[in-house]
């Protein structure tokens, strides 16, 4: 049986675009499969992965032991319930301020992901910091990737190899439209935000964390994210008060483009587990 699987993935290897198989074995069998999934996405991201990992293969062999490296070579340092020794993954990031406090205050950054879905054309010409931010993050060692759909982030071919401590999604939004029902918006942001549980539920170790801030308003709170947690079987650990000046340097983004920011009270950091 083996060997009939065996000669059919070669045969497979043979006509690459029909095929099934995720291989990940190699740093060229990866960049290639990387580039297939994402090339109606954003073809941008196969640069920033050229520019910051060099050897994918070897990074997530690097995420693996991660633990056990830090906490030999370097006290852990904690930002708020975030800390150095987690494996953290940062998904829908705006100008990258808020990863890039996080780096700051870990003084290192190699044990995070921070993913955005829009373009780096966009970022720059929207978001006056976004470079400042994200060569610092690249400098302190993090993966900076662009191009990252949170409704899909799972059958990514690298994220989807690794198992964080902390999935963090800070104010999710699917963007506006100007004419929309409330009911079609509302039904849109919540589809975003149940799709993003459903792919952070995989990519979560069995004792980790997602968090996502969320504004605690009537209107925000009527999306009912505890309810989107408990269909895909996430359990709500706890829910805080959100301050931004936590997050020295953090700048909450909208989507949409230009560069204000937005006024995030009040909001509230909901944490969700598998158990
Ligand atoms: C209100 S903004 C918040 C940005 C940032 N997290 C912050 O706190 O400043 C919502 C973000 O969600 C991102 N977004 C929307 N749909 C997404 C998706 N499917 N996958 C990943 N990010 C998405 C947008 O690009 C935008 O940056």
Not at 43 to 63: F, G, K, S, Y
Not at 174 to 189: I, L, Q
Request: net charge positive; charged share 25%.
């Amino acid at each position: 049986m083996g060997r009939i699987i065996s000669f059919i993935q070669k045969l497979l290897s043979f006509f690459p675009f029909f095929n099934p198989i995720k291989t990940c074995s190699s740093p060229q069998s990866e960049k290639d499969s990387s580039f297939r999934f994402h090339q109606n996405v954003d073809t941008t991201c196969i640069d920033i992965l050229e520019e910051t990992m060099q050897n994918p293969a070897a990074w997530v062999l690097n995420m693996e032991n991660l633990e056990e490296r830090q906490l030999a070579r370097a006290p852990e340092r904690w930002i708020r319930h975030y800390c150095s020794s987690h494996r953290m993954l940062l998904v829908g990031e705006g100008d990258f301020s808020f990863s890039a406090s996080l780096a700051r205050a870990f003084g290192s950054a190699t044990n995070m992901v921070a993913t955005s879905l829009n373009t780096t054309e966009f970022l720059f010409s929207n978001y006056k910091k976004a470079m400042e931010n994200m060569n610092e993050l690249k400098t302190r060692g993090s993966v900076v990737l662009h191009g990252i759909d949170a409704t899909e982030m799972a059958n990514h071919c690298y994220l989807g190899a690794i198992k964080f401590d902390r999935i963090i999604y800070n104010f999710p939004h699917a963007g506006f439209r100007s004419d929309e029902p409330v009911k079609s918006h509302k039904r849109r942001n919540r589809s975003l935000i149940l799709l993003f549980f459903k792919n952070a539920k995989e990519m979560v170790k069995d004792n980790g964390e997602i968090h996502v801030t969320h504004k605690s308003n009537r209107f925000f709170l009527d999306w009912n994210l505890q309810g989107l947690a408990a269909a895909v079987g996430l359990r709500l650990i706890q829910e805080l008060p959100f301050k931004l000046s936590d997050f020295p340097g953090y700048r909450t983004k909208y989507g949409f483009g230009g560069d204000k920011n937005f006024n995030c009270h009040p909001s509230k950091t909901y944490k969700f587990g598998l158990f």
